[in-house]
């Protein structure tokens, strides 16, 4: 069960766009349409972003948009805020009632 | 309101054990799979172990099988993690999350964690 493999960080201005990439195998992400995302605060409860590789769940902006190619899943958000500002994590389901999820990606808004 | 809170953690010493408890609230907490997630200082999310709505099915991660048992009682709407044989490395705070089938297999409450270190 490795981890799946997000960049340590990604930063952008606000207003701009950026993408998360989340890279899993043939035995997670490839096979499972069953990727998620999550937006985490240290010290706070995580926060679901997206389920289901492109869905959001109510209540999250349409600026959050998640997608996937192969074994890699994107997140991307646009209309950068500084609100966005956190830790991203992607989770994927990786079959025998397992998950995996990502080491974890820092968004640092400039 | 959907709620989740842990309660348990603290400092325990290596070869310890230690029982977590997640109080739930805000939803019928009996229809639902519950999970354990945790995160070592400075590190990601690692998901830890799931049980299923009537307590009866459960796994686990690989780090963590055969010394740490997940368990549920319902009419108390209170999840369990007994941890045993703990090591440096279970050092981490853990997350309750309830588990959404009707979401893509995704965990969308969480509580806010319990931090459990192991040291001597």
């Known amino acids: 069960q490795s981890a799946l493999t997000q960049p340590a960080s990604v930063s952008g201005s606000p207003g701009q766009s950026i993408t998360i990439s989340c890279t899993g195998t043939?035995?997670?992400?490839?096979?499972?349409?069953?990727v998620s995302w999550y937006r985490h605060h240290p010290g706070t409860a995580p926060k679901l972003m997206i389920y289901?590789?492109?869905k959001r769940p109510s209540g999250v902006s349409n600026r959050f948009s998640g997608s996937k190619s192969g074994n890699t899943a994107s997140l991307t958000i646009s209309g950068l805020q500084a609100e966005d500002e956190a830790d991203y994590y992607c989770?994927?389901?990786?079959?025998?009632?397992?998950?995996?999820f990502g080491g974890g990606t820092k968004l640092t808004v400039l | 309101e959907v709620q989740l809170v842990e309660s348990g953690g603290g400092l325990v010493q290596p070869g310890g054990s230690l029982r977590l408890s997640c109080a739930a609230s805000?939803?019928?907490?009996?229809?639902?799979?519950m999970h354990w997630v945790r995160q070592a200082p400075g590190k990601g999310l690692v998901w830890v172990s799931r049980?299923?709505?009537?307590?009866?099915?459960?796994t686990y991660a690989d780090s963590v099988k055969g010394r740490f048992t997940v368990s549920r009682d319902n009419a108390k709407n209170t999840l369990y993690l007994q941890m045993n044989s703990l090591r440096t490395e279970d050092t981490a705070v853990y997350y309750c999350?309830?588990?959404?089938?009707?979401?893509?297999?995704?965990?969308?409450?969480w509580g806010q964690g319990t931090l459990v270190t192991v040291s001597s």
């Open positions: 989770c994927s389901y990786a079959g025998s009632s397992s998950w995996v």
């Open positions: 049980i299923n709505s009537d307590g009866r099915n459960t």
């Open positions: 999350a309830r588990f959404a089938v009707n979401r893509g297999a995704s965990f969308d409450y």
């Open positions: 805000g939803f019928t907490f009996s229809f639902y799979w």
């Open positions: 043939t035995s997670d992400v490839e096979i499972y349409n069953l």
């Open positions: 289901e590789v492109t």
